[in-house]
């Protein structure tokens, strides 16, 4: 499968702990982005990265979020000290950089995130 | 006012229905996309457009720039097309903003 791809795809934890999700891109994707998706509500941007440089970061993204792609491949996102807000479907998605600068972006399954 | 509205918020069809689905942008956008969300959460990506109008298979995508909205159908609906459908814009600034989303039901 050459697919964008999500660990875990559940993830049940406790108020107050950390968190860390994982995503591979497609491998020639420059292009990451992570998504916050809550129910019945569409998908919200939280930040993306060019190859390992992090471009762009939403402002809705308090500090208890972070996120890294070292090598330009992989990309983690960390949340410190959970909140029961924080539950919900964490997308990633890559994609290729063109001239145009008008991309595709093919989705991952989702880490869906419960704090209890 | 929300960057991206959709309508309707949910539709329901007959099977063999010819359904559209709206959305517009209130955003200078250097492109737009159409995406399917299944049930069990997986996201597909159908459209990217620009400019004019995409086709595949039963699934036709426009926009108009100029008046800032783009519209999907779905010819002769079948329930397998049953999911929630995402429109979602490209800024300039590269950020993605979606829609709330359609979500569709299609009936045999």
């Known amino acids: 499968d050459t697919g964008v791809s999500q660990d875990p795809r559940h993830k049940i934890t406790k108020r107050g702990q950390n968190v860390t999700f994982r995503c591979d891109p497609i491998?020639?994707?420059?292009?990451l982005y992570w998504y916050r998706q809550t129910l019945g509500q569409g998908p919200e941007f939280l930040t993306y990265?060019?190859?390992?440089?992090?471009?762009?970061k939403s402002r809705l993204l308090s500090d208890r979020f972070s996120a890294e792609r070292p090598k330009g491949s992989f990309s983690t996102l960390e949340i410190q000290r959970t909140e029961q807000g924080d539950s919900a479907m964490y997308l990633c998605a890559s994609s290729f950089d063109t001239p145009l600068g008008t991309d595709t972006q093919y989705f991952g399954p989702g880490t869906r995130l419960t704090v209890l | 006012k929300n960057e991206v509205e959709q309508s309707p918020q949910n539709l329901t069809a007959q099977e063999g229905e010819f359904i559209t689905i709206n959305c517009s942008y209130s955003v200078g956008i250097s492109a737009l996309h159409w995406l399917q969300q299944h049930p069990g959460g997986g996201i597909v990506s159908l459209f990217m457009?620009?400019?004019g109008k995409k086709k595949h298979g039963r699934l036709i995508a426009t926009i108009n720039i100029q008046e800032k909205h783009s519209s999907l159908h779905i010819t002769a609906s079948h329930p397998r097309d049953s999911a929630v459908y995402i429109c979602a814009v490209k800024d300039y600034g590269q950020n993605f903003v979606f829609g709330p989303g359609t979500r569709l039901s299609v009936l045999p």
């Open positions: 990265f060019q190859n390992e440089a992090q471009l762009e």
């Open positions: 491998s020639e994707h420059n292009r």
């Open positions: 457009l620009s400019s």
